[in-house]
């Protein structure tokens, strides 16, 4: 019950949450936060993880009041946010699709995945055709900030 608060709290808070950071911090932020454990460390632990996010995070996007929120985007965010990889290697990936019609469409896509497999997406990321891929890297504030040293420690 606690998680699904969590995660309910962290789809109220993310317009702000965006709208206040650079994109490559909240993404830093969001990728490194506690997260509730796997259980274990094999693909198939992290896969159940997976599941247990998505189906905690599907009957809140139902809700009147955050149904509007329910995008590949806000889907992709939560994951990031609240998935244990157990060290894998997790991205969340952007792409635009471009429609060629009258006036043009583009279109965003968002979704994860872990050490290179989809976890959550939209059906469109399964035809690579059409999409661009957007590369955000993630970790480099993290690692940034903890290089720095702390109050004036290793300066001379």
Same mark, same amino acid.
């Given at each position: ?45 992290? @896969? ?36 244990? @990889? ?8 952007? @792409? ?35 999409? $661009? ?13 903890? $290089?720095?040293?702390?109050?004036? $420690?290793?300066? @001379?």
């Amino acid at each position: 019950m606690a998680w699904l608060v969590r995660i309910g709290w962290f789809l109220v808070r993310l317009p702000a949450e965006v709208g206040n950071a650079h994109l490559t911090e909240f993404l830093d932020r969001t990728a490194t936060a506690a997260r509730p454990a796997a259980g274990g460390s094999t693909d198939a632990d992290v @896969a159940a993880a997976a599941d247990r996010v998505v189906r905690l995070r599907t009957p809140l996007l139902k809700l009147p009041w955050l149904r509007h929120r329910n995008t590949c985007y806000v889907r992709a965010l939560t994951l990031l946010r609240f998935l244990d @990889a157990r060290g894998r290697d997790v991205r969340f990936n952007i @792409a635009a699709e471009w429609f060629d019609k009258p006036g043009g469409v583009l279109r965003g896509h968002a979704w994860i995945t872990v050490n290179g497999e989809i976890v959550d997406g939209p059906p469109e990321v399964d035809s690579h055709d059409r999409l $661009q891929p957007i590369t955000i890297e993630i970790g480099r504030e993290a690692r940034r900030r903890a $290089q720095k040293p702390r109050g004036g $420690q290793g300066t @001379a």
